[in-house]
């Protein structure tokens, strides 16, 4: 399968622990995407990068959000001190010109 | 914030019927893309309409943009049960590769 991969699927966390997800893009491309959905609403914009360089960062992610994408290949995306309120799909997408290439999201739940 | 809005927000109709949604959006663009999703999974590309495009086809898909109303439809002709979905317009922030997307059209297509 040569699509976006994100790892886990599903995680369950309790408030105020850590988690981290991970994004493998497609090889060749050279923009990475972080996006965050709710039921019933489109995509917000997280933050995305352009191979290795963070190029922008929404001003809705405080500072319990980080993102990573060393040497311009997979990414990170890590939450701190989770809250219910994180609850919600985490959804990764890489491009090489226009178009976004999505992976299936990873589903976060804060009890 | 949501650069784009679909209108209607919820449409159901019967298999065989055309099913169209609108987006506005509120900035200069030179491209508008609209996606699909499944329930439960990331979005998949339909079709991308350039700003110097007024009408574009791909299958069942067709796609109008007026820029001078900074508005854009989708039209999906003989529906089938498996187009329900739900259906998103992204846009460029002007000078950018950063996509917003809008508040999304849920179709329910009846057999």
């Known amino acids: 399968d040569t699509g976006v991969s994100q790892d886990p699927r599903h995680k369950i966390t309790k408030r105020g622990q850590n988690v981290t997800f991970r994004c493998d893009p497609i090889?060749?491309?050279?923009?990475l995407y972080w996006y965050r959905q709710t039921l019933g609403q489109g995509p917000e914009f997280l933050t995305y990068?352009?191979?290795?360089?963070?190029?922008?960062k929404s001003r809705l992610l405080s500072d319990r959000f980080s993102a990573e994408r060393p040497k311009g290949s997979f990414s990170t995306l890590e939450i701190q001190r989770t809250e219910q309120g994180d609850s919600a799909m985490y959804l990764c997408?890489?491009?090489?010109?226009?178009?976004?290439?999505f992976g299936s999201g990873t589903q976060l739940s804060v009890l | 914030s949501q650069q784009g809005e679909e209108d209607p927000q919820a449409l159901s109709i019967q298999e065989g019927e055309n099913a169209t949604m609108n987006c506005s959006y509120k900035t200069s663009i030179n491209n508008l893309q609209w996606y699909r999703q499944n329930s439960g999974r990331g979005l998949v590309h339909l079709i991308l309409i350039r700003s110097n495009e007024r009408e574009k086809h791909s299958g069942r898909l067709r796609v109008t943009l007026d820029t001078s109303k900074k508005s854009s439809s989708l039209l999906i002709t003989a529906s089938r049960a498996a187009d329900t979905a739900s259906y998103f317009c992204a846009t460029p922030q002007e000078g950018t590769y950063k996509y917003i997307f809008g508040t999304g059209t849920r179709l329910k297509v009846l057999a």
């Open positions: 990068f352009q191979n290795e360089a963070q190029l922008e």
């Open positions: 997408a890489s491009s090489e010109n226009e178009k976004l290439f």
């Open positions: 090889s060749e491309h050279n923009r």
